[in-house]
């Protein structure tokens, strides 16, 4: 039997703050969404985000790398620094060699991006910033960390939309299990950007959006209407078990494995609510071959307890996700808890970077993140909501699915399972 | 039992994988036979810049794709909305998928998609981005940038031929679509899928092209890779899709194959973003790891397709990364770089140099180094320099490196 992979670290930079405040914050359905910073000459609205905070860069990085980096590179430097403090790895010689890192991201450092072409178009080529430069490909995170930790191993970035950080676990975990290494930081980060508000604001899927009302996010709210756009930066340290056993390290949950599914979509838009509910099959399928049940059985502890869901507040995405969910949780949909985040820390692309941080601490406290917007549920969940009402499970929590429906329609469902 | 999809059970690694499908477009042609022909040929495509002005640029040179029409094949509504690094990747996969005659739809959940890309519709981005700052556009709106997140090309080949395994999209920068082969390999091993569409592409840029031209790194006239008087790189753009199959399922439909692809290795410099580290410790660590995988020695290797990109710092660093790892065996492998031909690529070149070395493998010739004049005396290797040889080969590697100081090999063996 193929070594198992296990999480024994996390570290969060969140619109709820580091780890202890993002894991109490969820819990309490707190949430992290303020008034937006006025920083640039765009539009008005919307007038709602969700921007990291407690958070100091410097507390974390050396001085000398840290002036060359970027907001991205910051928040996933200091997400990994966090993970290996908690969980207590110490990457060097040898153990450095093997390690790699797995980031993904939908939009990478899009704000400098910008600021770069500004220079560029306003002063011409000759004037273009070369230090900036290096800073705006997609792995620059990757990068740094590889250069503030001395690891050698398997550097890699991924691009997934609104499914980035479920991808960037998804790759993490056939590249230890072909072998490439024993220990991967993997997650993701996404910054809060002028550009991709305007877009999404274009597209109608912000926050009052066009049917005007109060700007708020409230995932699977029957009265929702548009998403709060966030940031933030979530690791992991992922480990073989026999890695993480043979240095006498914690065990958080074992990463069980992923699920992929092509839901037909418009590689331009989320899939609609009847190719939602026909999914979810495909995944269920692949999911029971890694012996999840979907029946939580509350005698024996076991099944799934809890799914993390990218519902984002949008009348379309809670749609296709309720209707895939009631598929893929089946006669067991009666007893798993649904939440999604997005209500606490905005929508980012690597929101599920940080969902797959709350499913590992759900598992090690057995408490879950609630929806602590929502006044009036929307019918069509079939299924229990964590609300600001709904006690800690009984038996605490055995597996958490982590739930990715991203434009384009390349599902991932990723499983947490207890140690 | 970890991560094995249902009714599959666990391959393990020495399940031998093969490419049955091969496509490109890109600066010296728009298919793999014309392709073949150019390469052996050692023609050049780096030109004068037409894609945008590039007027105050201190080069103005770059490798482009040139009178590509959009296919009619493509339904209406992504004739419009297709970037043009989507629209050279559905070219690229179009041709692949011809050549494989792989039937998708016999087994749509069995054919994975990914794709390495950097900038992917960043263009028309930059044009609107420039409409704004001259008021011409008062805010951003959506069609100019749908092509700008990298996920879309991805998406789109889903789309169009219907695969509906799993899906990735790799930004690595200039590795990207090295590893992209690499991670269809593993999903073929591990039993996600029994075939992939692995691949990458790139379009020309501003952003890219002003940042290389910042960094001073762009030559003035077309690269030299390995030559004394190498003074820079030149861009290219393009994209290449190979067909990956595990060689049992090629078998039980009779595919034909163009090579094998053994393994690959994966190694981060962890030194500085864009320079190498100076002892060449990660590129010979991504080499040594994926000899190593792949189970060939140094003296197996008759045939290096070089990163190259014709800066003075990556050649000599690449050269002696090679000495580090071949030892007295790097005397008897040829090493050239393609990007002397069609430019550097980017999120492309990994694809489109793996491309050119399993035709290297199966036609039998050394593709040449052009513009290589004077070889560097420092760099002491055969770089095959100006016209092609014959040469038979059994096995060859691809080096691909990238900003972030990440690298990775992939060796592939004669079919």
Redesign the interface.
């Known amino acids: 039997m193929r070594d198992a992979i296990v999480v024994t670290g996390v570290g969060v930079v969140s619109p709820l703050g580091p780890l202890p405040a993002f894991w109490s914050g969820l819990c309490a359905g707190t949430s992290g969404i303020a008034a937006r910073t006025p920083q640039d000459d765009r539009p008005a609205a919307p007038q709602l985000e969700a921007r990291v905070r407690d958070w100091h860069a410097r507390d974390h990085i050396r001085p000398a790398l840290l002036r060359r980096m970027d907001h991205t590179s910051r928040m996933v430097v200091s997400a990994c620094r966090m993970a290996l403090t908690d969980a207590e790895l110490v990457l060097e010689g040898a153990r450095a060699e093997d390690a790699g890192i797995v980031v993904g991201t939908a939009f990478g450092n899009l704000s400098e991006s910008e600021d770069f072409l500004r220079g560029l178009f306003a002063k011409g080529p000759g004037l273009a910033n070369p230090l900036t430069f290096p800073n705006l490909v997609m792995n620059a995170p990757t990068g740094y960390v590889a250069i503030d930790l001395g690891i050698r191993g398997p550097n890699l970035t991924v691009v997934r939309g609104e499914a980035s950080g479920e991808a960037a676990l998804a790759l993490a975990f056939d590249t230890i299990a072909a072998g490439h290494a024993d220990v991967l930081l993997a997650g993701g980060v996404d910054e809060l950007t002028p550009v991709a508000r305007d877009v999404y604001s274009d597209l109608a899927l912000l926050s009052p959006g066009a049917t005007g009302g109060e700007e708020w996010s409230s995932p699977f709210d029957r009265g929702r209407n548009g998403y709060v756009m966030g940031e933030g930066a979530a690791m992991l340290v992922l480990e073989r078990a026999s890695h993480a056993e043979s240095r006498g390290a914690r065990i958080y949950a074992e990463l069980a494995g992923y699920a992929t599914e092509s839901i037909p979509a418009s590689p331009h838009d989320w899939p609609t609510v009847a190719a939602g509910a026909a999914s979810g099959r495909a995944t269920a399928e692949q999911l029971a071959a890694l012996g999840m049940r979907p029946v939580a059985d509350r005698d024996d502890r076991a099944g799934i307890t809890l799914v993390v869901s990218c519902a984002n507040s949008t009348r379309r995405l809670d749609a296709v996700e309720a209707a895939r969910l009631a598929t893929l949780l089946g006669a067991g949909a009666r007893h798993a808890l649904v939440t999604s985040l997005k209500g606490s820390i905005g929508e980012l692309g690597a929101a599920g970077a940080l969902g797959a941080a709350a499913a590992v601490q759900a598992i090690a406290t057995g408490d879950v993140p609630r929806l602590g917007a929502l006044r009036a549920p929307d019918p069509a969940c079939t299924f229990p909501l964590a609300t600001r009402s709904t006690p800690q499970p009984p038996g605490g929590v055995a597996e958490v699915l982590l739930s990715a429906t991203p434009r384009g329609g390349g599902a991932i469902t990723v499983l947490f399972r207890r140690p | 039992?970890?991560?094995?999809?249902?009714?599959h059970t666990?391959a393990g690694?020495a399940v031998p994988v093969v490419v049955t499908g091969l496509g490109t477009v890109n600066a010296l042609a728009h298919s793999t036979a014309a392709f073949a022909t150019a390469l052996r040929a050692g023609t050049c495509a780096i030109g004068p810049v037409t894609g945008f002005d590039a007027t105050?640029?201190?080069s103005r040179i770059a490798a482009e794709v040139k009178d590509l029409a959009i296919p009619t094949w493509l339904p209406s509504p992504?004739r419009r909305?297709a970037s043009r690094s989507d629209l050279f990747a559905l070219v690229a996969a179009k041709e692949a998928l011809t050549d494989s005659r792989l039937d998708i739809a016999a087994a749509?959940?069995r054919v994975g998609i990914v794709l390495g890309?950097?900038t992917a519709g960043m263009m028309r981005g930059?044009t609107a981005?420039?409409e704004r700052?001259q008021g011409t556009r008062r805010?951003?709106?959506?069609t100019p940038?749908?092509g700008m997140?990298?996920?879309?090309s991805?998406?789109?080949l889903?789309?169009v031929f219907g695969?509906?395994?799993?899906?990735?999209?790799?930004?690595?920068?200039c590795s990207s679509s090295a590893?992209a082969l690499g991670?269809a390999l593993?999903?073929i091993?591990?039993g996600?899928v029994d075939a992939v569409l692995a691949g990458g592409t790139e379009s020309m840029c501003?952003?890219i092209?002003?940042?290389?031209?910042?960094?001073?790194a762009l030559a003035l006239e077309p690269c030299r890779p390995f030559d004394r008087r190498r003074a820079g790189l030149s861009l290219g753009e393009g994209a290449a899709v190979l067909v990956i199959e595990s060689a049992a399922h090629a078998a039980r439909r009779g595919a034909g194959t163009h090579a094998t692809i053994l393994g690959y290795g994966?190694?981060?410099?962890?030194?500085?973003?864009?320079a190498p580290h100076p002892e060449g410790?990660?590129a010979a660590?991504a080499m040594r790891r994926a000899l190593a995988?792949s189970g060939v020695g140094p003296a197996d290797v008759g045939y290096i397709n070089a990163h190259g990109t014709g800066t003075p710092l990556n050649d000599g660093v690449e050269a002696s990364a090679i000495r580090q790892v071949f030892g007295s065996a790097a005397d008897r492998v040829a090493v050239s770089s393609t990007k002397s031909a069609l430019g550097h690529t980017l999120g492309a070149a990994g694809a489109i140099e793996g491309l050119t070395t399993i035709l290297a493998l199966r036609d039998g010739f050394l593709p040449p180094t052009v513009n290589l004049d004077e070889p560097d005396p420092a760099c002491e290797l055969d770089f095959v320099p100006r016209t092609s040889r014959p040469a038979e080969l059994h096995y060859a590697l691809s080096n691909s490196y990238?900003?972030?100081?990440?690298n990775t090999t992939v060796v592939f063996g004669r079919a």
């Open positions: 039992m970890n991560g094995v999809p249902a009714g666990a690694p105050g640029y201190r992504l909305r749509p959940t890309a950097t930059e981005l420039f700052i805010r951003y709106t959506t940038l749908l997140p990298m996920a879309t991805a998406d789109l889903a789309t695969c509906e395994g799993p899906r990735l999209v790799l930004s690595t920068a590893t991670v593993d999903w091993r591990l996600r501003r952003t092209f002003a940042g290389f031209n910042a960094l001073h994966m190694s981060a410099d962890g030194h500085h973003l864009t410790v990660g660590l995988r990238g900003f972030g100081g990440n």
